[in-house]
């Protein structure tokens, strides 16, 4: 019953927290705080699924959350016909040689005996498949890479509804995820910690370079809402008469409207991701998660395929990520492949699931609402704080200046701080996994 | 009657918060003498030893090293006063050579080693040969010979070796006790605990029969190995 | 002479920057496969520890040029290295104590030490850009070149110049003296070898009355030394901007883990692998081979295997090649 009281009232914290911010500083900046809340919590309840259930050092989270951005452009925008005409067989071909190519090197090493011939054959192989891939692949990418580089410059997307992407990105995440969980996973926690933060690094340097996927650093802008625009409910007269109705002005109301919207939906999301987590963690499979992660080897010696169990839910994992990560391009409505920092994606991330209590799914949620929440604010406090602190310096001398510029950086260090306080005095979390 | 050099006196305890082990368990040994620890497979041998050596808790009882009570000591302060100790397993650095291996064991000795480190030489002619090797790439008798010089090397009163044949061929082990024989003859003692009860028994001056941690038997070793309840359960007849 | 002008050009983009590179990744690796090897554990923070040291040496450098002191030709900042490793070396002891020694006492798994290192790197990251600011800074001074393209064409007469950055002599030269001077330290000295003794076999370091807590300090000062020096080459040579220093975790743990984790040979072997295969992977081959082919064979393209910014990509498939088929690396690690 106490763990209950206590899971409420860390909730109860937060929602004070929110609206707190809704009636000291404005309601749209709660609402951006609980959007974004939600977001973190999704992708908090991936690394939970990895790490809380089955102990699995994930720092690759960057990555599957760049995947799912790239879903919401895959699946959303409208295909860019000439582009297609201009290099889209070409690419595609090239894709399927590589991957033909790839698939042959396996088969090599599969059916050839052990030995120099081996790798010959294996690395003539890649070679020529290589350069194969290369002849179809550089011209097509060029020519569409010319197509009005301004505005497209490439392949565009499907031109489907954006919310199929949520699924699309989670399924683009767990792909990746299974093809690093086969090489990676049985490997020691540090290899796969090192790996998959290289993979992730690897998926923002294809996201930046490969125009013509993702029109790399030029951004994709404009992705479609599944809400309306505010633009066009203040036009809609039905809409400026209710919001007068209820005394906002329709500016302010047309926007807290298309929050909340977002908000509505990503809170569908997170309740249908957190019921089958807390599914998942009662079932006999999680049950049996938790043995492994507790006791590995007695697992394995009572017969448990561990390194399938471990692949299982690494994908399961990432997949959440790439979800979330869908969700939050969706929200954005760009793709800024730039604005990827493993600090912000990965390591933040980190800090939400071990403060909110690793192995609790509420835990989890609740580290993605708090931590969010001070990520944000800790910047006009510390802001304050400052403006407090140097009060007694004179105006303009450097020191003060210098103070008050550095206070954006606050942020990291009390991300530090509270990570090491809590991992010092309650390492088990605030949520503690029961 | 006067203590023997260093007794572990009426010992009980165990690992920790964990059940006692050791039960008014008596281990002792004098001045240049072989005392041996047999006994069947979980009897607590090894447990007494490192009891002795203060790796774990004694609740009741007091271990005593020339008449001075050595009870709440770590056992690198035991190390300090006099005391070696050979682990049975991970006994040596295998990424070092013999003779960084042997300077390691000097570690807390402040004065010159060389002349320490010349005796193990001698006592140990293959150690002198292969001293720039990694130790980790010597034989199994070999190594337990670089794990004993380690011990050596503080000029121990005391020596303690858990089980130094585990594990090599009988030609290494008997050779191996003729190397011990000698450490005994220099002056220091000599406390082990032992597989091969009936070779060790031969060599030893004292011995302690455990079972279940608690003395069974003890006597000289030539008692020991004439007592006919001794040789029917413990010995193989 | 097109073979000359080949094997110029080769040195002029491959060779002098790799080697260069591979000399600040592997004094960079030193200190992650130290930490390792004594500490157990995979230090996270060690990029920001390298930046943090890095941004020491700058601000010393700033006030000794404000001074108006120099060591003519060469930079200032090797004059203000000294106090930027004493900098480094503050702030991971004042670390050590305040956070790492708790969960030592309490024996925990590596994992938890990871995961507490990545707190200390948020606190890193956040000193430095909160003191310095996330921006580059520029620190070098003196002669910009040993040796410039111009001056090798007109002393060789060669179509191909040869340049050597004054950083780039000074990155090898430095790094070949603090590596000898690593290695004379861990296998001559008694401190050095009770830290060799201490990595392999904690337990028997223990009853051979080595003081961990001594060892530990040791380790953290040769840490932050190398971390330091290794930021500030690499600041020389590049730039110094926060974030890069960051990125170079995952060239640095390759390079480590490569090596194989807790060899210091196999960190510096490891550290030259990743550099040359990243600058190899990554050059565009079309100068060097149109000189060796006849013209008729000329090729059209760059001969770029990869772009630039593909480089995590190459350090990645290395680790992984190594991983998947000597887990223990190229010098025999740990593989606990």
Redesign the interface.
């Known amino acids: 019953m106490s763990d209950m009281t206590r899971t409420l009232g860390m909730f109860a914290l937060v929602a004070v927290l929110i609206l707190g911010t809704g009636f000291l500083q404005s309601w749209n900046s709660a609402l951006l705080i609980l959007n974004m809340g939600l977001v973190s919590a999704i992708m908090a309840l991936g690394v939970n699924l990895q790490w809380g259930f089955a102990g699995l050092f994930n720092v690759g989270v960057m990555g599957f959350v760049a995947l799912g951005g790239l879903a919401t452009v895959i699946i959303s925008m409208p295909p860019v016909r000439e582009a297609w005409a201009a290099g889209g067989t070409g690419v595609m071909a090239a894709l399927a040689v590589g991957a033909v190519t790839l698939a042959a090197a396996v088969w090599v090493t599969r059916k050839m005996p052990k030995g120099r011939a081996r790798a010959l054959a294996m690395l003539a192989v890649l070679i020529v498949g290589f350069v194969i891939y290369r002849a179809l692949f550089d011209p097509s990418v060029d020519a569409i890479e010319k197509v009005d580089p301004a505005l497209t410059g490439y392949l565009g997307g499907l031109g489907l509804p954006v919310v199929l992407a949520w699924p699309v990105g989670g399924l683009l995440a767990a792909g990746a995820a299974w093809v690093i969980g086969k090489t990676a996973l049985g490997l020691r926690s540090d290899y796969l910690a090192i790996a998959t933060l290289g993979i992730s690094e690897i998926i923002i340097a294809i996201l930046k370079n490969e125009d013509w996927l993702s029109r790399g650093v030029k951004n994709v802008i404009g992705l479609p809402r599944p809400v309306p625009y505010e633009i066009d409910l203040q036009n809609d007269p039905g809409f400026v008469a209710r919001a007068e109705g209820l005394g906002i002005d329709p500016t302010t109301a047309s926007t807290l409207y298309v929050k909340l919207g977002y908000g509505i939906m990503f809170t569908v999301v997170l309740v249908i991701i957190l019921v089958l987590a807390q599914l998942a963690l009662k079932s006999p499979w999680g049950r049996m998660m938790r043995a492994i992660r507790d006791n590995e080897v007695a697992a394995r010696a009572m017969g448990k395929d561990v390194t399938a169990r471990h692949l299982q839910i690494f994908v399961l994992g990432s997949a959440v990520c790439g979800v979330a990560g869908a969700m939050m391009t969706t929200l954005d409505g760009q793709l800024t492949p730039s604005s990827y920092q493993p600090l912000r994606y990965t390591f933040l991330i980190w800090v939400m699931v071990i403060v909110g209590g690793s192995g609790n799914n509420f835990g989890a949620v609740l580290g993605g609402f708090l931590i969010w929440f001070l990520w944000v604010q800790v910047e006009p406090i510390g802001q304050l704080v400052m403006n407090i602190a140097t009060a007694g310096l004179a105006d303009g001398s450097a020191l003060k200046v210098h103070l008050l510029e550095s206070v954006a950086h606050m942020r990291l260090l009390t991300m530090g701080v509270i990570l090491l306080l809590v991992l010092r005095f309650s390492p088990r979390g605030l949520l503690p996994e029961r | 009657m006067s203590d023997p050099f260093l007794i572990g006196d009426t010992m009980t305890g165990g690992y920790g918060k964990g059940p006692d082990i050791l039960h008014d368990c008596t281990i002792a040994v004098e001045r240049g003498e072989i005392a041996v620890i047999v006994g069947p497979n979980g009897a607590g041998k090894s447990t007494a030893m490192k009891a002795v050596f203060g790796m774990l808790d004694v609740r009741s009882g007091a271990v005593r090293l020339g008449g001075e009570d050595i009870t709440a000591l770590s ?2 302060a035991r ?2 006063k006099g005391m070696g ?1 050979v ?1 049975q397993t ?7 050579s013999v003779e ?1 291996n042997l ?3 000097a ?2 000795r402040t004065d010159d080693y060389a002349d320490t480190m010349a005796q193990v030489y001698e006592l140990f002619p293959i150690l002198k040969e292969k001293r720039h090797q990694a130790a980790g790439e010597l034989s199994g008798g070999q190594r337990q010979q670089v794990a004993v010089g ?1 011990a050596l090397m ?1 000029q121990p009163q005391v020596l303690m070796l858990d089980e130094p044949t585990a594990g090599v061929s009988p030609i290494v082990m008997d050779e191996l006790f003729d190397r011990i024989i000698e450490v005994a003859r220099t002056g220091i003692s000599i406390l082990m605990v032992e597989q091969n009860a009936r070779q060790a028994l031969e060599i030893a001056d004292k011995g302690y029969v455990l079972v279940q941690g608690r003395n069974a038997h003890t006597g000289t070793g030539k008692e020991l190995l004439a007592d006919p309840e001794v040789r029917r359960s413990f010995l193989g007849g | 002479m097109e073979f000359l002008n080949a094997f110029v050009a080769l040195s002029n983009f491959v060779l002098v920057p790799a080697i260069a590179y591979g000399s600040q990744l592997a004094l960079g690796a030193l200190g992650v496969t130290l930490i390792y090897g004594i500490l157990r554990f995979s230090n996270f923070a060690h990029g920001d520890t390298m930046a943090f040291g890095a941004m020491c040496t700058i601000l010393v450098t700033w006030l000794l040029q404000g001074w108006g002191v120099s060591l003519g030709p060469l930079p200032t900042a090797l004059l203000a290295l000294p106090f930027g490793i004493l900098g480094a070396a503050a702030l991971v002891l004042v670390t050590d104590r305040a956070v790492y020694r708790f969960y030592r006492a309490q024996k925990v798994k590596p994992v938890i030490l990871v995961i507490v290192s990545m707190g200390v790197m948020f606190i890193y990251n956040g000193l430095t850009r909160f003191i310095i600011g996330p921006d580059d800074q520029r620190f070098a001074d003196g002669e910009r070149f040993i040796i410039s393209a111009r001056d090798f064409k007109s002393m060789t007469g060669l179509d191909e110049g040869l340049a050597i950055k004054t950083s780039q002599g000074i990155t090898v030269i430095t790094a070949v003296i603090t590596v000898a001077l690593l290695f004379w330290f861990l296998n001559r000295t008694r401190t050095g070898k009770s830290m060799r003794a201490y990595s392999d076999n904690e337990d028997l370091a223990l009853l051979s009355g080595i003081n961990p807590e001594r060892v530990v300090m040791y380790t953290w000062l040769i840490v932050a030394a190398l971390a330091t020096i290794a930021g500030t080459l690499y600041g020389l040579d590049k730039s110094f901007k926060p974030f890069t220093y960051f990125q170079l975790l995952l060239p640095i743990f390759a390079a480590a883990i490569v090596g194989g984790l807790g060899s210091p040979l196999g960190a510096i072997a490891g550290g030259f692998v990743i550099a040359f295969s990243e600058v190899t992977i990554t050059y565009a081959w079309k100068k060097v081979v149109t000189y060796l082919m006849p013209e008729a064979l000329e090729p059209d393209g760059l001969l770029q295997l990869l772009g630039t910014d593909y480089k995590f990509a190459v350090s990645f498939v290395i680790l992984v090649i190594v991983l998947l088929f000597r887990p223990t690396g190229l010098f025999k690690g740990k593989s606990v």
């Open positions: 056992p690198q190390v300090a100790f682990p991970n006994n040596i650095f295998t990424s070092m960084e300077e390691m064991g570690f807390i380690r503080t």
